[in-house]
């Protein structure tokens, strides 16, 4: 299994501002996983972070919105950048074991744009 | 486009009751299919999967079905009990994830 730690775990943020948040695994992992679930919606895959290259963002995320960094084998941070009502949402971080297929989630981040 | 769905928003069951929650899909190339189960203010912890070449599989009070044929599958949970009150997922592979079906048992 994996521990995994999120900060913030809320914040609330002006419109145009950004908020990083942070994901710390207890374990060397090769994947880690970004995730947003707005309201009333299913969990939606925004990117896998990889260390030592750049993030693979699925369709309807891009870089400039959302940067992630992956700087070590336990660690990454994804940016929501330049904020809107629109992007209050929780924001998860998971990773997971090889050969398992199961993901390993952090408490997430509920952010909320004012 | 979503690949996974689960049609009941919410569920309520009377403790030591069947709960019965349902997903449909529609990529057929799917090899396996988890249940997750989310408290409030935390993140999903996994329950319970099932690979895409067996209809059953049963851990405990939980059984999940899988009808290939329909697309559908299905997660038991007997007897129920008041800390099973959670909001469900189920997935197909490791990343597409229904909206989400949330339980509550009734004491």
């Known amino acids: 299994s994996a521990v995994i730690s999120q900060k913030p775990s809320r914040d609330i943020c002006q419109r145009g501002t950004s908020l990083t948040i942070q994901c710390q695994v207890d374990?060397?992992?090769?994947?880690m996983f970004w995730y947003r679930q707005q309201p009333g919606q299913s969990l939606t895959l925004i990117a896998t972070a990889n260390q030592g290259s750049e993030a693979t963002y699925e369709s309807g995320f891009v870089i400039d919105k959302f940067p992630i960094s992956r700087p070590n084998l336990t660690f990454s941070t994804l940016t929501v950048s330049n904020l809107s009502p629109e992007d209050s949402s929780i924001y998860l971080c998971?990773?997971?074991?090889?050969?398992?297929?199961?993901?390993?989630f952090g408490e997430g981040s509920r952010l909320t744009v004012l | 486009d979503q690949q996974v769905k689960q049609n009941s928003p919410s569920l309520s069951v009377q403790e030591g009751r069947i709960s019965i929650l349902n997903c449909d899909y529609t990529n057929s190339m799917f090899d396996y299919f988890l249940w997750y189960k989310k408290y409030p203010a935390e993140g999903p912890t996994f329950l319970i999967s099932i690979s895409s070449i067996k209809d059953k599989n049963e851990d405990g009070r939980f059984t999940v079905f899988l009808n290939k044929s329909a697309k559908h599958l299905s997660l038991h949970i007997v007897p129920s009990q008041p800390g099973d009150s959670a909001v469900y997922f189920c997935t197909g592979n490791q990343f597409y994830f229904g909206t989400g079906t949330s339980l509550t048992v009734i004491p």
């Open positions: 998971s990773v997971t074991i090889m050969g398992t297929g199961e993901l390993f």
């Open positions: 374990s060397q992992v090769t994947m």
